[in-house]
């Protein structure tokens, strides 16, 4: 397992490489605040782009983590997970719908009809 201080440095060089606009070879269909990952695994592989925001969640960084160990980050591209691209759609889905679940709490505690 990587220490703190490991995991920070990461995230540093992700969100450095995700926030540097207008560099050839970005795909269109990464827009500012997003990055890309490949899910991979022995049969199968899939792009999502992802926002950055999703940096924050444990379990993601989990699969950073291991993206880590596995393949490092000192390359080019999208960030390439050693994940099966259904379990890590089913992971996204299930931390997004946590999420609004949150969000939706934290602005019904505002109004009187929740």
Known sequence: MLNKNTISSMVEKLQKRFFVRNIEGV????KEGHFAVI??????????????SYLKWDLFVKLLERAAEEYGFEHEGAVVIPCRPSELERILAQQEAQEKMLSCKSSCSFTKHC
């Open 27 to 30: 795909p269109e269909d990464v």
């Open 39 to 52: 899910a991979v695994d022995e049969y199968e592989e899939r792009r999502f782009v992802v926002p950055v």
